[in-house]
T-cell receptor, first 115, second 117 residues
Framework: DQQVKQNSPSLSVQEGRISILNCDYTNSMFDYFLWYKKYPAEGPTFLISISSIKDKNEDGRFTVFLNKSAKHLSLHIVPSQPGDSAVYFCAASARLTGGGNKLTFGTGTQLKVEL | GAVVSQHPSRVICKSGTSVKIECRSLDFQATTMFWYRQFPKKSLMLMATSNEGSKATYEQGVEKDKFLINHASLTLSTLTVTSAHPEDSSFYIC?????????????FGSGTQLSVL
């Protein structure tokens, strides 16, 4: 039962354009969401997060949007740069119900930013 | 940023043998470490939560006698896959969190690809 889904295994975007990575979840107890970025042969690194009390969080070129009613979040990267090429994982946790330790991950989306 | 070192990065072993994977936090103390497993084209699945000085907490469906976890110090946790079988072949990855921090400060190792022949 995949509680966090990233339906696009890959995405290709031109440099300078916007990259939009999508993530859907099914567990209504999730109240905290994170995006991690992973380069080959390295572990995932934290990118940006959002609490369920917000609908948007921005950090430089990265913005995460949360639509609780649709159980959907997205990561926007603008402008996209070649160095953004990586696998992006969406993750969720249920902090309020004591599940803050446990992250449930999506399957990842491979982003390729082309020159 | 903080570094988590995971070793080995790749291991091939014969069926029936045991394999130990180490996870070290290099520049911070990690009271909690996590072990994940990833099958091809699947998501990272949490196997167990390792707390320094106490028994690990295993997720449902994970055999604690097969996947032995030891967190003997604030900087080291080990996962031993005992009597490995081909179905144990997978990508194993650890993560560590500094004391008192949240998932924004969760640092991952680079993973171990285990192949059981």
């Amino acid at each position: 039962d995949q509680q966090v889904k990233q339906n696009s295994p890959s995405l290709s975007v031109q440099e300078g354009r916007i990259s939009i990575l999508n993530c859907d979840y099914t567990n209504s107890m999730f109240d905290y969401f994170l995006w991690y970025k992973k380069y080959p042969a390295e572990g995932p690194t934290f990118l940006i997060s959002i609490s369920s009390i917000k609908d948007k969080n921005e950090d430089g070129r990265f913005t995460v949007f949360l639509n609780k009613s649709a159980k959907h979040l997205s990561l926007h990267i603008v402008p996209s740069q070649p160095g953004d090429s990586a696998v992006y994982f969406c993750a969720a946790s249920a902090r309020l119900t004591g599940g803050g330790n446990k992250l449930t991950f999506g399957t990842g989306t491979q982003l390729k930013v082309e020159l | 940023g903080a570094v988590v070192s995971q070793h080995p990065s790749r291991v091939i072993c014969k069926s029936g043998t045991s394999v130990k994977i180490e996870c070290r936090s290099l520049d911070f103390q990690a009271t909690t470490m996590f072990w994940y497993r990833q099958f091809p084209k699947k998501s990272l699945m949490l196997m167990a939560t390792s707390n320094e000085g106490s028994k690990a907490t295993y997720e449902q469906g994970v055999e604690k006698d097969k996947f032995l976890i030891n967190h003997a110090s604030l900087t080291l946790s080990t996962l031993t896959v005992t009597s490995a079988h081909p179905e144990d072949s997978s990508f194993y990855i650890c993560s560590a969190r500094a004391t008192g921090t949240g998932n924004e400060k969760l640092f991952f190792g680079s993973g171990t690809q285990l192949s059981v022949l």
